[in-house]
């Protein structure tokens, strides 16, 4: 009776869960209610052709339904920096979740034990549906998101600051770092001048062909896709995007816009991680040590030896990020994004050094997936420890990977299941995730070490 009773609760909550899902995703908007002003004092919807005193931002906020399916579910749909971080403020230093009121930092940091739960179930939830956008990219989800005025670039990138300065300051538990470093793998805190040129470019271009073609030629329906991308969920993979639309269209080609060949060199260069950015970025927020490091192999040159040191004093900073007099509050989202590149700059560099020193190569590896949160303290601590001590690298580096993959899935729970029950797919977040990490290339040279 009582398995019965459970299997029966357990059907009802995962059809509820998906009616609801369901019921939110009807919407024109999805999960994201009219786009608004935010000022200090009221909210005005941006149709009004006014603007609030004191202007916070401009953003569409969760709509009734996507803010009961949180509630109900622990699922959060619509997540931006600016709303978020907002809500956050709402509830807990202002007790009105939805309201407007004045951004106070310092008053949402001394709250920080009681925001914490909330914010990290966010961050969990956020990195699972960028995931999801990713996965499915021609859902009504990714549909909405892809909106003009859901939120400006701009805002964005400004509470992304303040998101993840609160977040890293206050981080409760050693599962709560590896969703804020996928988060901010895929955040504006990534980046840089040159990618508002592109963003100013792609919204020249498209502007202007517009004008010509009219919004329902393909080539216009393409383009508006990159700008998008561009403008709201940049990746890598526009850059594919990119060549294929100039593959495609030789009405572009011909029409004197040059602007596609120009965001592509940025696009390229952005994503092509170097040492000189390493220490330029880790100059700019006083870190000595990682800034030396960066020099050094700029100077000399990569090898084991200097790109160890690298990794060695990221995994200090990854470990002290949460440390006021190691990292200043102002810096932490900085701080997070220094670490993004270093692992990627390590990860695309250890890989022509696999067949050098196997345990050299292991203690980088080690760090670097330390660094991107795949180890927890104690984990990491105790591998280095043997591997400096002569234990076998390979044997190591296999239990590292099986645990890499626990702490993963640990740090996604329960907020993982939540999302299989929307969309059965998403089961396959644990494997994309790790062949995008530096888990993946640890597996990489330990297949080596077999050879």
């Not at 939120?151 to 969703?179: I, K, R």
């Not at 010509?212 to 969920?233: A, C, E, F």
């Not at 196997?358 to 670097?368: D, G, R, S, V, Y």
């Not at 977040?429 to 062949?435: A, E, H, P, Q, S």
Request: avoid cysteine; hydrophobic fraction near 40%; charge should be neutral.
């Amino acid at each position: 009776m009582h398995l019965f009773l459970s299997i029966f609760l357990t059907f009802s909550t995962f059809a509820s869960m998906t009616s609801d899902f369901s019921s939110v995703m009807e919407q024109r908007k999805g999960p994201f209610d009219l786009n608004v002003l935010q000022g200090e004092f009221e909210r005005i919807v941006v149709t009004e052709g006014r603007s609030p005193k004191n202007l916070q931002f401009q953003a569409a906020f969760r709509n009734p339904r996507a803010q009961n399916f949180a509630l109900d579910h622990g699922v959060y749909l619509g997540n931006l920096f600016t709303t978020n971080y907002y809500e956050l403020m709402g509830e807990f230093v202002y007790n009105n979740t939805y309201g407007s009121h004045a951004v106070d930092h310092q008053a949402l940091l001394s709250l920080a034990s009681q925001a914490m739960p909330k914010a990290s179930l966010m961050v969990r939830n956020w990195v699972l549906e960028k995931s999801y956008l990713t996965y499915f990219p021609t859902s009504k989800l990714a549909r909405v998101f892809a909106l003009r005025g859901i939120s400006g670039a701009e805002f964005e990138l400004e509470y992304a600051n303040y998101f993840f300065n609160f977040y890293l300051n206050s981080l409760e538990n050693t599962y709560q770092y590896l969703p804020a470093f996928l988060l901010a793998v895929n955040s504006p805190i990534i980046d840089s001048a040159s990618l508002a040129k592109a963003r100013n470019l792609i919204s020249e271009s498209y502007d202007s062909l517009l004008l010509s073609y009219g919004k329902t030629h393909p080539m216009i329906v393409d383009l508006y896709k990159i700008r998008n991308t561009i403008h709201n969920q940049l990746s890598i993979r526009v850059i594919s995007e990119i060549d294929r639309f100039l593959s495609k269209y030789s009405e572009y080609r011909y029409s004197g816009d040059q602007n596609l060949y120009e965001i592509r060199k940025i696009l390229v260069s952005y994503y092509n991680f170097s040492a000189s950015g390493i220490r330029k970025q880790a100059k700019a927020i006083g870190l000595n040590n990682i800034q030396a490091a960066a020099e050094k192999i700029e100077k000399s040159g990569v090898n084991e030896s200097s790109l160890l040191v690298l990794a060695q004093e990221a995994a200090n900073l990854r470990t002290n990020i949460s440390n006021a007099s190691y990292i200043a509050f102002h810096n932490k989202a900085k701080a997070i994004a220094l670490l993004a590149d270093v692992s990627r700059y390590i990860n695309k560099e250890v890989l022509n050094l696999s067949r050098g020193n196997a345990k050299t190569i292991t203690e980088i590896l080690l760090h670097t997936i330390y660094v991107e949160g795949f180890l927890i303290k104690d984990n990491w601590e105790y591998y280095v420890e043997e591997i400096r001590n002569g234990s076998s690298s390979k044997e190591n580096l296999s239990e590292v990977i099986d645990l890499a993959i626990s702490t993963l899935e640990e740090s996604f729970q329960p907020t993982l299941g939540s999302w299989i029950k929307i969309e059965p797919k998403m089961q396959y977040f644990l494997d994309n995730t790790i062949k995008s990490s530096a888990v993946n290339s640890a597996a990489y040279v330990l297949e080596n070490m077999g050879r």
